[in-house]
Nanobody, 115 residues
Framework: QVQLVESGGGLVQAGGSLRLSCVAS????????MGWYRQAPGKKSELVAT???????DYADPVKGRFAISRGNAVSSVYLQKDSLKPEETAVYYC?????????WGQGTLVTVSS
């Protein structure tokens, strides 16, 4: 099993920046890649940014050019730098890790963007 803990959420004004962090523990040697999703109030969960099995990076179209995903020296940590935040990006942001057979999720960290 893999446990994921996110941090870095909070309240920010529109146009501001936040950096989210996620650290994995447990069977981290099974992790193939990690990424970020978000779920806004009343909406479905959606991909924000993720590494892929080929070490490429995918970004959701709405965040391209404003968000940047990165990882630590080990595969077991991932970060999300978010710039020029918009009020509609208020959401719970979830870290996810993919192993060969499972996808793991963190508890989420709330990001509130005020207008």
């Amino acid at each position: 099993q893999v446990q994921l803990v996110e941090s870095g959420g909070g309240l920010v004004q529109a146009g501001g920046s936040l950096r989210l962090s996620c650290v994995a523990s447990g069977s981290v040697d099974t992790i193939i890649y990690m990424g970020w999703y978000r779920q806004a109030p009343g909406k479905k969960s959606e991909l924000v940014a993720t590494f892929t099995s080929g070490s490429y990076i995918d970004y959701a179209d709405p965040v391209k050019g404003r968000f940047a995903i990165s990882r630590g020296n080990a595969v077991s940590s991932v970060y999300l730098q978010k710039d020029s935040l918009k009020p509609e990006e208020t959401a719970v942001y979830y870290c996810t890790a993919r192993s060969q057979n499972q996808r793991f999720w963190g508890q989420g960290t709330l990001v509130t963007v005020s207008s």
